[in-house]
């Protein structure tokens, strides 16, 4: 095969984001893509900011396409997978027109004998990752990769019927699994209605006949979450906690930002703890339940394998005679407000164990408990299967990723 070698200097765009004024953002309007919506390799608005309708015109030059490759240009060291400078984010159909923030760039094709979505794949690839992280610079909590030097990175050219069957192959990948995501999503909608239907509305089978007292159904109880099973804090003793010495075993170590990324259930990792990282920390066992208590509050996740993880994720066993980790994952959802308001610090928010010790969980009688969990746990497990086929698809797809990118793989 016929290819060449050539830099994205020489066969794209860049543009740059777009800094705007507090007073300048709207109700509605024009969304805006933040470093902060680039996760999980697309954009996922969960506080989004908008621009006025007015402002259209003015900013148009940061207005992103379906398809463009945006880089986060500013972010934390690669122990820091989740915040990582550098981190490609590939703009889906649901954010064309959107205008890009700032600390990111948008890199587009100059002109049509470079693929879009082989230059999608370029930023996924493993050799520019290294090259950003390679070439960042800055203080230990925060690093940025100028422009100047991102345009110098070199990549293999091929023609562009090649480029198109290489985006075409690892798309068949991202296909399966965008399929499976809309899946999960739809189960997991499903499994919400029904919670919010027996324990918030209350109006579980059999309600009419049962006697309520004292605002809550005969035989239900308010109870704490010690009440319900364990409850601890992760453990990661050693100072500084990113030591490299500690890491690099085959002990899984998960972060807060892997906790909120997560659907329900945790089913990868970036780090991991070797002996002595495990030595200063706690191995829990598949099936806690985590709680951020710091950076992101009061997310939720479940393990589906043992894994360590630093003080600021709250671990918890349910006791399985009287709830599910699901079910109490779904009761903090519904009071996930009430845990950020007391949460609030001068410094920076913090939940703190204390303070989840204050808070109440209605527990219904054992047999509806029972009829919730013969329901629920069949789709709990399509999930879970959904979620780990993903990950296999991910993991085959990055593995064929950099060989079909370099060459070694004739397609």
């Given at each position: 095969m016929k290819?060449?070698?050539?830099?994205?200097?020489?066969?794209?765009?860049?543009?740059?984001?777009?800094?705007?004024?507090?007073?300048?953002?709207?109700?509605?309007?024009?969304?805006?893509?933040?470093?902060?919506?680039?996760?999980?390799?697309?954009?996922?608005?969960?506080?989004?900011?908008?621009?006025?309708?007015?402002s259209y015109q003015r900013y148009s030059q940061h207005k992103l396409e379906t398809n463009d490759l945006v880089i986060a240009t500013v972010g934390s060291h690669p122990d820091q997978p989740n915040s990582v400078v550098g981190r490609a984010?590939?703009?889906?159909?649901?954010?064309?027109?959107?205008?890009?923030?700032?600390?990111?760039?948008?890199?587009?094709?100059?002109?049509?004998?470079?693929?879009?979505?082989?230059?999608?794949?370029?930023?996924?690839?493993?050799?520019?990752?290294?090259?950003i992280a390679a070439m960042a610079k800055g203080a230990a909590n925060q690093v940025r990769i100028a422009i100047g030097a991102l345009k110098q990175f070199p990549f293999n050219?091929?023609?562009?019927?090649?480029?198109?069957?290489?985006?075409?192959?690892?798309?068949?990948y991202d296909r399966l699994i965008d399929n499976n995501?809309?899946?999960?999503?739809?189960?997991e909608e499903s499994i919400h209605q029904l919670y919010k239907e027996?324990?918030?509305?209350s109006r579980f089978p059999g309600y009419e006949s049962v006697?309520?007292?004292?605002?809550?159904?005969?035989?239900?109880?308010?109870?704490?979450?010690?009440?319900?099973?364990?409850?601890?804090?992760?453990?990661?003793?050693?100072?500084?906690?990113?030591?490299?010495?500690?890491?690099?075993?085959?002990?899984?170590f998960i972060q807060t930002g892997e906790v909120k990324e997560a659907s329900l259930y945790i089913t990868n990792y970036s780090q991991t703890y070797n002996e002595k990282g495990l030595a200063q920390s706690k191995l829990w066992d598949a099936g806690t339940l985590l709680i951020t208590i710091a950076a992101n509050i009061a997310e939720t996740a479940i393990l589906t394998f043992s894994a360590c993880f630093p003080d600021s994720i709250v671990g918890f066993i349910a006791d399985s005679n009287q709830v599910s980790a699901e079910f109490i994952k779904y009761s903090i959802d519904t009071i996930k407000v009430r845990m950020?308001?007391?949460?609030?610090?001068?410094?920076?928010?913090?939940?703190?164990?204390?303070?989840?010790?204050?808070?109440?969980f209605l527990v219904p009688d054992k047999e509806t408990m029972q009829l919730f969990t013969r329901i629920t746990?069949?789709?709990?497990?399509?999930?879970?299967?959904?979620?780990?086929?993903?990950?296999?698809?991910?993991?085959?797809?990055?593995?064929?990723?950099?060989?079909?990118?370099?060459?070694?793989?004739?397609?």
């Open positions: 290819t060449e070698i050539t830099t994205l200097d020489e066969k794209c765009l860049f543009i740059n984001g777009g800094a705007w004024k507090q007073t300048e953002y709207a109700d509605y309007g024009i969304p805006v893509v933040q470093v902060k919506d680039m996760q999980g390799g697309t954009v996922i608005w969960t506080q989004p900011k908008f621009l006025p309708e007015s984010t590939i703009i889906p159909q649901y954010a064309e027109g959107a205008l890009l923030n700032q600390n990111a760039v948008c890199i587009r094709p100059k002109d049509s004998t470079l693929d879009k979505r082989y230059l999608g794949y370029i930023g996924k690839s493993p050799e520019l990752q290294h090259f050219f091929p023609p562009l019927e090649v480029q198109q069957r290489i985006a075409e192959i690892l798309s068949n995501n809309r899946r999960i999503a739809l189960l027996w324990f918030v509305r006697k309520v007292v004292d605002g809550i159904p005969e035989g239900w109880k308010f109870k704490k979450l010690e009440e319900l099973g364990l409850l601890g804090r992760g453990k990661s003793k050693h100072r500084p906690r990113n030591e490299p010495s500690l890491y690099g075993g085959k002990f899984p950020r308001n007391v949460s609030t610090g001068a410094a920076q928010d913090n939940l703190s164990l204390e303070k989840i010790r204050i808070f109440n746990n069949p789709i709990f497990l399509q999930m879970k299967n959904l979620l780990i086929t993903n990950e296999n698809l991910r993991q085959a797809r990055d593995l064929l990723l950099p060989r079909l990118m370099n060459g070694s793989i004739a397609v």
